[in-house]
């Protein structure tokens, strides 16, 4: 496995990922994480956005199978700014986690938050957050093993 930041060529792959991960969201909320018809195009330029980025970071796990190269997973984040009467200015912030289902539970996302950490540290942030979905086991359950903690309730309500 080499984990490393995601590179042009990469961007479909990184797609498809995110996509299924906007699937497995949409199960869990239908109405909230529902997506725009061109979704994919949507995808697509977030994924460029952090090509060559200071603030923000896109990293995939890739694999070699049959001398094939195939992206398994990847893991993006950024420095989030805080309010400036904080102690703590900023934070290291992941937006999205997303391993193919077929390479679940192997390591892949300790590997990809590992290298996530690194990124942060060197940039002298103290800490990471992150969002995870009420409903979302699965994911807490990952996010636990990796030594997070829950910090903030986030509350919501539908207004007509």
Known sequence: MIIRSVEINDLSDIVNLLSLLMTMHQEIDEEYFKTEEDVQAYLKQWAE???NSSSQ????AEETQE???KIVGFIAGYIKFLFPWYKTKSVGHISFLAIDPEFQKSGYGRKLNEAAEKWFKERNLKY???????RNSSGQKAWNSYGYKPFNIFFRKKIS
């Open 49 to 51: 956005r952090h090509l």
């Open 67 to 69: 001398k094939k190269k």
């Open 128 to 134: 990471i957050e992150l969002y995870s979905n009420e």
């Open 57 to 60: 970071f896109l990293l995939v």
